[in-house]
């Protein structure tokens, strides 16, 4: 399993938690060590007197080089994980990452070995109920809850596909045509599924069938995958489409959809 393990600099017990996964044949992110040769983030390696910053001066710090690699490291980190195990005690940055795999429908565990801060309610995001109790007071207890998702919950977990990750793997599903047809041969399949899209719909508002969810998503689910091999034979990201939509939708109908917007259409250039 894939895991990363949120925790501060300052747990003693960091170094030790990474180790034992090792052993235990699970791959591990260490911030301490995210990629050979790479020591892990340090704001001291922008600024030694950086616990004397102003507010502008941290924000500053956020532009540089040295913050977008140490950043760009860690959310690939995140991406990359199936488990996020939260060690506590840990500073703001520990808990953001564990939150923003929370939000991406990652499990977290909350592994309190010895030293608490503080109760905070808040702690309670983490109780989810397609998974087992997320707090554990010693490594046995980890194993057990990584056991557990490992065997109940990653073969059905969706919540955590990226667009980057459908488009890349469902392009390894491609037929190999010649380069001279490959493409119109894409657009071709995917007028064709959309098709079937519209033929489910006619035989439930012309032919009185009823309607079948599944065969729906089935059919939808050809449509985008004619969509992201499209956009992925032109190095198109599905992400960047998605995107440039929304912010095509939201110049055009800033308030909501209305028919005097979809006639002027504000985001095209007369």
Same mark, same amino acid.
């Given at each position: 399993?894939?895991?990363?393990?949120?925790?501060?600099?300052?747990? +003693?017990?960091?170094?030790?938690?990474?180790?034992?996964l090792r052993q235990y044949n699970h791959e591990?992110?260490?911030?301490?060590?995210?990629?050979?040769?790479?020591?892990?983030?340090?704001?001291?390696?922008?600024?030694?007197?950086?616990?004397?910053?102003?507010?502008?001066?941290?924000?500053?710090?956020?532009?540089?080089?040295?913050?977008?690699?140490? +950043?760009?490291?860690?959310?690939?980190?995140?991406?990359?994980?199936?488990?996020?195990?939260?060690?506590?005690?840990?500073?703001?940055?520990?808990?953001?990452?564990?939150?923003?795999?929370m939000g991406r429908g990652k499990p977290v565990?909350?592994?309190?070995?010895?030293?608490?801060?503080?109760?905070?309610?808040?702690?309670?995001?983490?109780?989810?109920?397609?998974?087992?109790?997320?707090?554990?007071?010693n490594f046995v207890e980890v194993l057990q809850?990584?056991?557990?998702?490992?065997?109940?919950?990653?073969?059905?977990?969706?919540?955590?596909?990226?667009?980057?990750?459908?488009?890349?793997?469902?392009?390894?599903?491609?037929?190999?045509?010649?380069?001279?047809?490959?493409?119109?041969?894409?657009?071709?399949?995917?007028?064709?599924?959309?098709?079937?899209?519209?033929?489910?719909?006619?035989?439930?508002?012309? +032919?009185? +069938?009823?309607?079948?969810?599944?065969?729906?998503?089935?059919?939808?689910?050809?449509?985008?995958?004619?969509?992201?091999?499209?956009?992925?034979?032109?190095?198109?990201?599905?992400?960047?489409?998605?995107?440039?939509?929304?912010?095509?939708?939201?110049?055009?109908?800033?308030?909501?959809?209305?028919?005097?917007?979809?006639?002027?259409?504000?985001?095209?250039?007369?």
């Open positions: 399993m894939k895991i990363y393990a949120a925790s501060s600099w300052r747990n +003693h017990h960091q170094p030790e938690l990474v180790r034992k591990v992110y260490d911030f301490r060590n995210p990629k050979p040769d790479n020591s892990g983030f340090s704001w001291s390696d922008i600024d030694p007197n950086w616990k004397n910053w102003s507010p502008i001066q941290f924000i500053n710090a956020l532009m540089t080089d040295i913050s977008i690699e140490g +950043h760009k490291l860690d959310q690939e980190g995140m991406e990359w994980c199936d488990v996020c195990i939260l060690l506590l005690p840990c500073g703001n940055s520990a808990h953001l990452e564990a939150g923003w795999c565990c909350v592994y309190i070995p010895d030293t608490f801060r503080e109760p905070e309610l808040m702690y309670r995001t983490f109780i989810k109920n397609n998974i087992p109790f997320p707090f554990c007071l809850f990584l056991d557990y998702v490992q065997n109940n919950y990653m073969p059905t977990r969706d919540e955590g596909l990226t667009f980057a990750e459908y488009q890349l793997k469902s392009w390894e599903k491609r037929a190999k045509a010649p380069d001279p047809v490959f493409l119109p041969g894409l657009g071709l399949g995917l007028t064709g599924e959309a098709g079937e899209v519209a033929d489910l719909l006619k035989k439930v508002l012309i +032919h009185g +069938h009823d309607f079948n969810r599944e065969k729906f998503i089935e059919e939808l689910g050809d449509v985008v995958w004619y969509v992201s091999a499209l956009a992925k034979a032109k190095s198109i990201p599905l992400i960047e489409i998605f995107k440039k939509n929304l912010l095509k939708l939201n110049t055009r109908y800033p308030n909501g959809f209305s028919t005097r917007e979809s006639i002027e259409r504000k985001d095209e250039s007369r």
